[in-house]
């Protein structure tokens, strides 16, 4: 049964630092493993998708890495502003589900 | 190309009735699911319909069911409602033939308060 688990549960820093949110799940067999970003109250916004062949994606200051035999993905976020606060949840894509991490809260302090 | 909505935003119930969740698909995409995402969790899988088939269920009691329609939008419906089935439900389409490297596309959600 694939679990996935994202650490730290929260994460307070200044604007401008480089960070990385962390993702791990237990079953290697994944279709592709997806980022997404939530807003208090809010829906979810998909950020990345790196599909099981590939090992990273880039969108402006954000990258995402895939390891699938380490059974890892981090988020990484380069030069971060305050209008990055908000939850990163990560999903692994197993057969016709998407299973989640319960997310990661960020903080940008400015 | 309209994004995925959903309706009502919000939503209060008394415990016992019944509701309906209502989710309009991305323009072109013929798959969609239904997540429940309690306060502070990740979301769960609540089943997944296929050109109007259920194509797979999470760990949820049949009072959950759902349906979809021609035009690829889709309903849940929720029976007999408890207080823990208050939630935010969560709707993604993603693009024909359930290809497995897909970018799933998310609605904005429906807030259901059980009361």
């Known amino acids: 049964k694939q679990e996935v688990t994202q650490i730290p549960a929260a994460l307070s820093v200044p604007e401008g630092e480089n960070l990385v949110l962390n993702c791990s799940f237990t079953d290697s067999a994944i279709y592709n493993l997806q980022w997404f970003r939530q807003d208090p109250g809010k829906g979810l916004t998909s950020l990345l998708l790196?599909?099981?062949s590939q090992r990273e994606q880039t969108s402006g200051r954000l990258n995402a890495s895939l390891d699938k035999s380490s059974g890892r993905s981090t988020l990484y976020i380069a030069a971060s502003q305050p209008g990055d606060s908000a939850t990163y949840l990560c999903a692994a894509d197993s057969n016709y589900q998407l299973i989640w991490g319960a997310g990661t809260k960020l903080i940008i302090k400015p | 190309e309209t994004g995925v909505t959903q309706s009502p935003t919000h939503l209060i119930k008394t415990r016992g009735q019944q509701v309906t969740l209502r989710c309009s698909s991305q323009s072109g995409h013929n798959t969609v699911s239904w997540y429940q995402q309690a306060l502070g969790q990740g979301p769960q899988f609540i089943f997944q319909y296929y050109r109007e088939e259920e194509n797979g269920r999470g760990n949820f009691p049949p009072r959950f069911s759902g349906l979809q329609f021609p035009n690829y939008s889709s309903e849940l419906n929720v029976n007999a409602l408890e207080l823990d089935d208050s939630a935010l439900y969560l709707c993604a389409s993603s693009p024909p033939g359930r290809a497995k490297n897909t970018e799933a596309f998310f609605g904005q959600g429906t807030r259901l308060t059980v009361v």
């Open positions: 790196i599909q099981s």
